[in-house]
């Protein structure tokens, strides 16, 4: 769509010999030694990875895997051009719907961001939404997991901000799937794992992908970079830094254990040049992506984006700026769509923006299934049979098509001028904030059972003791 097939063949080999002659720099001694032992070339702790070990575990990597819900239900399958979208988990700050109010987030939000995100039928998969800042951060991120686990059973996707969390968070999904055999055969979590920009692997970054890779659990291994910043100006030069970055957490992975399920992907910024401010909701970052997304496919491993605005309130901008990238990544063919929900380039999030989106991404859907061309659907003897000046309202071809071939909204109003002005003259936003207040006014117990909920206590208790 956008880049051509010698195109892609020219970044990917760009990125490859980036990796085998800059190399990244790894601060990891267990990493490193993964890479010794599959004879890289090491210099203190610069890693150069050779091409054929590269195209070795490019080679096998799995094009498909399948993530399941927190029931063992089979949910989102990887690889098959699908888009599935989910929230967002890293942010500090949220806009509270009820007040208007940017305030800290806080652990009992997460608690009801799942509960609304379980309900949102466009929204495939949970996040934690935010990052609580009103308990320790030692040991935030796996208390707000365990509260995205105990009220929704869609796929859960999460970030940690260290590894003591990151292992806790694996302990409650293992605790809820019943054992690490059970988790390994049906996972129901799926994490993100960045780089840092320009080619370094962190401890954490490292660490965190050997331990999914030992466990044989799906993960996403993500370049972060900001055009213009720690990344060239140019698309294809930053499609080549994050094809470098990318490959060396995948190798990473596929030394440590063959045929590890993972896909690859990028969160790409953009330094604004004429302002100095960072943005991840410019076109050249949604067509970066969108570009990156098609090096995926052309390799067959499963990708990851993300679509974010710059607004600060789920506005005017902010619809625009959420479309482009939802609508881009679903028409290039992404697998999974992150960060639904966030504002400010992922420094606030929104219930207001999820709803809203969550209906972005059901016309987008209906844009991707296109146009079905055959004899029922051009109904030629039917438009005879109506002839000159006739209609087609009550004609039973209307009543047989019109569920499967019309989109309808839930959100958006189609109703004349008006009846709009007698029912209030609601805004979008307001509607948002009405369909918000009716989820939650819905009883519908998620619970884990009291076995499991003991066993996630035991767990998030002996977090709190390792706390410094």
């Excluded at 980036?18 to 032992?37: N, P």
Aim: net charge negative; glycine share 6%; with cysteine.
């Amino acid at each position: 769509m956008f880049l051509k097939k010698d195109e892609i063949q020219m970044i990917i080999t760009a990125g490859i010999e980036i990796l085998e002659t800059a190399g990244v720099q790894v601060e990891s001694k267990e990493a490193i030694e993964v890479f010794r032992k599959s004879n890289c070339n090491i210099e203190d702790n610069l890693v150069r990875v050779p091409k054929k070990i590269v195209e070795k575990c490019l080679e096998i990597t799995p094009s498909k895997w399948i993530v399941y819900d927190r029931e063992g239900n089979e949910r989102l399958y990887m690889g098959e051009d699908n888009t599935y979208y989910g929230s967002a988990d890293v942010a500090t700050r949220f806009l509270d719907y009820k007040t208007g109010k940017v305030r800290d987030f806080t652990l009992e939000d997460s608690r009801t961001a799942a509960k609304l995100m379980d309900k949102l039928s466009n929204i495939d998969f949970v996040c934690t939404f935010c990052t609580p800042q009103d308990i320790s951060q030692e040991i935030t991120s796996a208390n707000a997991f365990a509260n995205a686990v105990s009220n929704t059973t869609k796929p859960i996707g999460f970030m940690t901000l260290d590894v003591k969390n990151f292992e806790s968070v694996i302990e409650i999904a293992r605790a809820v799937r019943g054992s690490s055999d059970n988790l390994r055969k049906k996972p129901f979590i799926l994490t993100l794992i960045e780089s840092v920009t320009p080619l370094l692997l962190s401890e954490e970054a490292s660490s965190k992908v050997l331990i999914m890779a030992e466990k044989g659990l799906p993960f996403f291994f993500s370049s972060a970079p900001s055009i213009g910043g720690t990344s060239p100006v140019t698309i294809a030069g930053t499609l080549a830094l994050v094809v470098a970055e990318t490959f060396s957490g995948l190798v990473l992975a596929q030394l440590k254990n063959k045929g590890t399920p993972l896909g690859i992907g990028a969160g790409i910024g953009m330094i604004d040049l004429s302002t100095g401010t960072y943005s991840l909701a410019s076109p050249e970052t949604a067509l970066c992506m969108a570009g990156f997304i098609q090096i995926c496919k052309y390799l067959k491993i499963p990708n990851w984006s993300t679509s974010v605005t710059q607004s600060k309130i789920p506005d005017r901008q902010a619809g625009i700026e959420g479309m482009l990238p939802i609508l881009l990544n679903n028409l290039v063919g992404a697998d999974v769509n992150w960060d639904i929900g966030y504002l400010e380039s992922a420094l606030i999030t929104s219930f207001e923006e999820v709803v809203l989106l969550d209906e972005t991404i059901g016309m987008t859907r209906r844009v991707k299934k296109g146009i079905e061309v055959n004899d029922e659907t051009i109904a030629k003897d039917m438009i005879i049979n109506v002839g000159p000046k006739g209609n087609f309202l009550n004609n039973p071809h209307t009543f047989k098509n019109f569920k499967k071939h019309l989109w309808f909204p839930t959100l958006i109003e189609r109703m004349p001028y008006d009846r709009w002005v007698t029912e209030g003259e609601l805004s979008m936003q307001d509607r948002a904030k009405n369909k918000i207040e009716k989820i939650f006014s819905i009883e519908d117990d998620k619970g884990l059972p009291d076995k499991v909920k003991s066993k996630i206590e035991e767990i998030l208790i002996s977090l709190e003791q390792k706390k410094n």
